[in-house]
């Protein structure tokens, strides 16, 4: 078997044979465990519960009913049986432009129409994982390097680095002021970017963000863009959880500030500002593969449609998607009706947890939480966080992810996903971990009323007998072949 793989290593291409895709990481072994012994209600209730998607399931009896009211949207209908030939048979790379409209329509709608987006600068990519790599190969060539604000989704190591070979340079942030992205610090990872001679191309920014649920304020973005102008580099704005802001701040895009910059005529140069965008989050649709690059620059907008030959969205899904969004009432009465329910989730899952004492970074958007465990932890390092998540994921059954692997700078952030999962999950979940924190005989907790439960003299030191047991099983899976292949849901 070894000496297969040696030779395989030979025969095959460095990015066949490396890790690059980041697959063979302790993070996995999560859905290895939900994967080997998943949650149901009635068949196996005490199953792991996957809060490691960052799916929004929410809404879709919503989406359900449209598509029963709109049955000519699919052409495998009596009614939509009319178009299939012309469906079947487009293969143009600019999309249908029916499809384009509405898109850019939506666009508008969930930025408040308070910026416009040109249909013919909407260029399509599988997901918002094509989309990011097709930019980054537009923008950078091997070596060269994008600064992004940690925590950040670890899918991007992947889809930004993986197969063009492009570096991503942290940009530390801390949660003594809420994980802001200052100037201060942006100047630090390019100075220190320029130490170690890498040359920036750019900055990659995600609005809201993944993992920590925030948005970044207007004067933020607008300190982004000036630094980014100065130094005269290219800012990618990942905006897919657009349409998952909850509650007030009201939600800013980039591409607001670009047109007020222009206004108020401060010099912006828009050349340098690509916003990716996708309906994995905003609408639920991961599996419809439906990405976007929006770039303000006419060469990258070419370039990227040519590449997006490589990764294009189904027509048949294009003209399904066409209908849907443009249909006002239904997008209005979704957009409403999801921030409502993300809304009442979140707010469900918070409170609950601050009555036994943890407390969620304040946040007013995305499909997760970003909970604080850090006095939890036997020390403050990343291997204690390891230790506390083996005993949530073997113990608690729950497959919540830990913060080492957005890159968090500081140990002891968990992001827990709670909207791919309906009522009665989320209560067991939220029971279970109300009981983790309870049973512990040393824990001393004060106040459930207050309002920084952790600034309480909470003591909790771990049992973690059990979960010395799984040490054994963790330090071997990377190797270990899995029962299904986790790539699918490591996109979240
Ligand atoms: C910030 C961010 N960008 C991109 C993606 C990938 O999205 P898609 O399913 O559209 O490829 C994800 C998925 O979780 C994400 O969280």
Redesign the pocket.
């Known amino acids: 078997m070894m000496m297969m793989k040696n030779n395989n290593n030979n025969l095959l291409s460095k990015i066949a044979s490396g890790n690059g895709h980041g697959e063979e990481s302790p993070y996995f072994d999560g859905w290895k465990a939900y994967d080997s012994d998943p949650f149901h209600t009635t068949n196996n209730p005490h199953g792991v519960i996957q809060m490691g998607l960052?799916e929004n399931q929410l809404s879709f009896d919503l989406v359900r009913d449209w598509v029963k009211r709109n049955q000519s949207a699919s052409i495998c209908t009596i009614e939509g049986v009319d178009e299939f030939k012309d469906i079947a048979i487009f293969q143009d790379y600019h999309g249908l432009p029916e499809f384009r409209n509405a898109v850019a329509n939506f666009m508008e709608k969930v930025r408040g129409n308070k910026a416009s987006f040109d249909p013919n600068r909407i260029v399509m990519s599988?997901?918002?994982?094509?989309?990011?790599e097709t930019v980054a190969f537009c923008l950078a060539n091997p070596g060269e390097a994008f600064l992004v604000p940690i925590p950040?989704?670890p899918?991007?190591d992947r889809?930004l680095r993986w197969r063009t070979g492009v570096q991503l340079l942290p940009i530390h942030c801390e949660s003594s002021n809420g994980f802001k992205v200052t100037r201060e610090a942006m100047e630090k990872a390019y100075e220190k970017a320029q130490e170690d001679n890498i040359r920036v191309k750019g900055m990659l920014i995600?609005n809201p963000?993944?993992p920590l649920g925030t948005i970044l304020d207007r004067d933020t973005l607008r300190t982004i863009v000036r630094f980014i102008n100065e130094k005269n580099i290219h800012l990618i704005a990942?905006e897919?959880?657009a349409a998952t802001v909850f509650s007030k701040p009201s939600f800013v895009s980039i591409s607001e500030i670009i047109e007020e910059e222009e206004q108020n005529k401060i010099e912006c140069n828009k050349d340098l500002i690509h916003i990716?965008y996708?309906?994995?989050?905003d609408m639920g649709f991961?599996g419809f593969?439906?990405?976007i690059i929006y770039s303000y620059n006419d060469e990258v907008v070419n370039c990227a449609r040519k590449m997006s030959s490589f990764g294009l969205v189904s027509t048949q899904t294009q003209h399904l998607i066409a209908a849907m969004l443009s249909d006002d009432m239904f997008v209005n009465h979704f957009l409403s009706e999801s921030a409502r329910r993300l809304a009442i989730r979140h707010k469900l899952f918070t409170n609950g947890l601050s009555q036994v004492g943890i407390e969620c970074l304040q946040s007013n958007a995305g499909l997760f939480l970003w909970m604080d465990l850090h006095k939890l932890l036997k020390n403050q390092t990343n291997e204690a966080e390891m230790e506390l998540w083996r005993v949530i994921i073997h113990d608690v059954k729950l497959n919540v992810s830990p913060g080492s692997s957005f890159h968090c700078p500081e140990p002891g952030w968990f992001r827990v996903c709670i909207a791919n999962m309906d009522d009665h999950t989320m209560k067991v979940a939220l029971t279970r971990i109300r009981s983790f924190v309870m049973k512990n005989k040393e824990l001393t907790l004060v106040v459930p009323n207050k309002k920084k439960c952790w600034q309480s003299d909470l003591k909790l030191r771990l049992s973690l007998s059990r979960s010395r047991r799984f040490e054994h099983d963790f330090m071997m899976s990377p190797h270990s072949p899995m029962p299904h292949s986790p790539l699918v849901q490591a996109?979240?």
Do not use: E
């Open positions: 960052a599988g997901g918002a994982t094509g989309a990011h950040y989704y899918g991007f889809d995600t963000s993944n990942d897919i959880y990716i996708s309906l994995s989050k991961p593969r439906v990405g996109r979240n």
